[in-house]
C-alpha cells in the first residue's frame, strides 16, 4: 500500500478510513488530507498576499538602483547553483528519491539565474550574450531536470485520486494485490 509521509500502517483495514486511528495522523494530530488543504490554504493566502506588495513595488520602486556587493550577490548565487547541480548529481548516482525535490530546486534557480541575467542587462550589450547563454545552456538544463523530476514521479506508485465524493483515496489504506511488492523505501513495518 502506498503510504503518504511514511507513517505507520496498521495491519488491519478500517471501514471508517484513518481519520480515526492514531497511526494515521502526523505529527500534530492532522490526517493527511487536513494537512494537505491547510498548506493548500497557506500557500494561496501567501499568493494573495504578494499581489498588492507585487503592485506597490511596482509603482514605487525607482527604475535604477546603485548597488552594494554586486560581486558577492552575483558570486554567492553561483556558488549556491554550483551546490544546487552537484547535490542533484550526487543523488542522481546514488539513486536517491529525494532527487526529485533537488533537480526541481536546481531547475528553479537556472531559470532565476536566467531571469536576473536578462533583465538586469536590458539596455546593455550584455543582454544578447545573456539571452544566448539562456537559450542554449540554462533553460535547455532547467527543462530538462524538469523533465526527468516529472517522470520519476511518474514511476512512483500513487493511489487513484478519488475513490468517492469527499473520499479520497489517501485516506484510506488498501492492502497489495497478491503477487505483488512494494518498492524497499515504501514498505511499512507492522
Not at 495522523?25 to 487536513?34: E, K, Q, V
Not at 537556472?110 to 542554449?136: H, K, N, P, Q, R
Not at 478519488?162 to 492492502?175: K, Q, S, V
Request: net charge negative.
Amino acid at each position: 500500500m502506498w503510504n503518504p509521509g511514511n507513517l505507520p500502517v496498521s495491519e488491519e483495514v478500517r471501514e471508517d478510513g484513518p481519520q480515526g486511528t492514531k497511526e494515521h495522523t502526523g505529527h500534530r494530530g492532522l490526517a493527511p488530507d487536513r494537512r494537505r488543504r491547510h498548506t493548500a490554504e497557506l500557500l494561496a493566502t501567501c499568493a494573495a498576499c504578494l499581489i498588492p506588495w507585487t503592485v506597490m513595488l511596482g509603482l514605487t520602486l525607482p527604475s535604477s538602483h546603485h548597488v552594494h556587493e554586486w560581486r558577492l550577490t552575483w558570486v554567492g548565487f553561483d556558488v549556491l547553483l554550483i551546490m544546487a547541480l552537484a547535490s542533484t548529481a550526487f543523488l542522481a548516482w546514488r539513486r536517491s528519491r529525494s532527487v526529485i525535490l533537488y533537480a526541481h530546486a536546481t531547475a528553479v534557480l537556472l531559470i532565476c539565474d536566467t531571469w536576473f541575467d536578462i533583465s538586469l542587462d536590458v539596455g546593455t550589450e550584455d543582454v544578447w550574450m545573456a539571452g544566448g547563454l539562456a537559450l542554449a545552456t540554462e533553460l535547455p538544463l532547467a527543462a530538462f531536470l524538469i523533465h526527468r523530476a516529472h517522470s520519476l514521479i511518474a514511476l512512483l506508485p500513487w493511489p487513484p485520486a478519488h475513490t468517492a465524493i469527499g473520499d479520497t483515496a489517501g485516506g484510506r489504506t488498501e492492502p497489495v494485490p497478491e503477487g505483488e511488492t512494494l518498492p524497499r523505501g515504501l514498505r511499512t513495518r507492522g
